[in-house]
Every structure is written in structure tokens, then in C-alpha cells.
């Protein structure tokens, strides 16, 4: 069984190592960037990360002046009268309000701001990645941390071909119908 595995293997080896460079040739590069990474050390992650701990930092604040100020109305009711009860409600009513708008404030804010960031990092990074397939002669770029392409070739595209098959495909269906 060794003997076989070893026999049929050894010339499919000897071809490979006999073409190294017809094999080079024709293998497509392909190269990856985390992304993520490369924002996370860049000057603007850098600020973006230190905007967003500000902000979160500032809000988390306020909101918890807000819960405390809502405690001491829950424990100030006791004991109270109606309208004084309705009072107590209102404020309540108003710090939670106002807590949500904190919130919601804070979180579009630091969505702007991210936005922002990523479109200028994106626009430093284009003639980069364009230099990279230049130097380096790459046919497909991923992006490490979401999976995304970067760049592709036209080389490692396979669409023209899919669609050839499946018109193909398509025409021998018109030609033969199934019964």
C-alpha cells in the first residue's frame, strides 16, 4: 500500500519540482492587510480611539449623575402627596429623556466621527495598496480582519467565465427541454 502511494506520488513530485516556474507563472498572488490593525496604529485610529474614550468617558458620567439624581427622587417619595408624587414623576420622567438623548447624542457623534476617520485613512491608504500591487505584482489583496477583498485582478476573476457557463448551461436548456 506504501509502495503504491509512493509510486504514484513520486512522479506527480517530480513534476512539481521539475516546473517550479511554469507553476509560478501561472499562481495568482495573493497577498492579505488587516486593516483593522493598520487603522488601530495609524495617527487618526489613534486620535479616534482617545475622541471616543473622551466620549464615552464624558457620557458615562453624566449619565450616571443622572441615575443618581433619579435614586434620590424614588427615595424622596415616600410619604409624599399626589401632586408631589406627579412632580416627582415628571423629573424622573425628564432625566430619563434626557439620559436616552445623552446617549443617542454621544453614539452619533462617535459614529461621525468614525466615519470620518476610516474615509481619510481610505483615501491614505489607496495609493499605498495601489504602490503594494505595483511593486509586488498582486493579483487578489484581502483584507485580513473582515474577510473583504481589496483588490482583485482581473487574472483571479472568474465572473466573465461563470456567466460563459451558466449562458452555456442556459442555451443547452433551450436546446433540449427536460420532459
Do not use: C, W
Not at 36 to 55: H, T
Not at 113 to 120: G, H
Request: glycine share 4%; proline share 4%.
Amino acid at each position: 500500500m506504501t509502495r503504491r502511494l509512493l509510486v504514484f506520488s513520486l512522479p506527480v513530485l517530480l513534476l512539481i519540482a521539475a516546473a517550479p516556474s511554469a507553476l509560478a507563472q501561472d499562481a495568482a498572488r495573493v497577498a492579505i492587510v488587516n486593516v483593522e490593525l493598520v487603522v488601530a496604529e495609524s495617527i487618526e485610529g489613534k486620535e479616534l480611539r482617545e475622541f471616543l474614550l473622551q466620549v464615552e468617558t464624558r457620557t458615562r458620567a453624566a449619565l450616571e449623575t443622572n441615575a443618581r439624581e433619579v435614586e434620590t427622587l424614588r427615595q424622596s417619595a415616600p410619604g409624599k402627596g399626589p401632586d408631589e408624587l406627579r412632580t416627582i414623576q415628571h423629573q424622573i420622567e425628564d432625566l430619563q429623556r434626557e439620559s436616552q438623548r445623552l446617549a443617542d447624542d454621544a453614539q452619533r457623534r462617535a459614529s461621525s466621527r468614525e466615519e470620518q476617520t476610516l474615509q481619510q485613512i481610505n483615501e491614505r491608504l489607496r495609493p499605498i495598496i495601489q504602490q503594494l500591487i505595483a511593486e509586488g505584482g498582486y493579483d487578489l489583496i484581502l483584507n485580513a480582519s473582515i474577510g473583504g477583498v481589496l483588490h482583485a485582478s482581473a487574472r483571479v476573476d472568474l465572473t466573465p467565465r461563470v456567466i460563459e457557463m451558466l449562458q452555456a448551461q442556459e442555451a443547452q436548456s433551450e436546446i433540449s427541454p427536460e420532459p
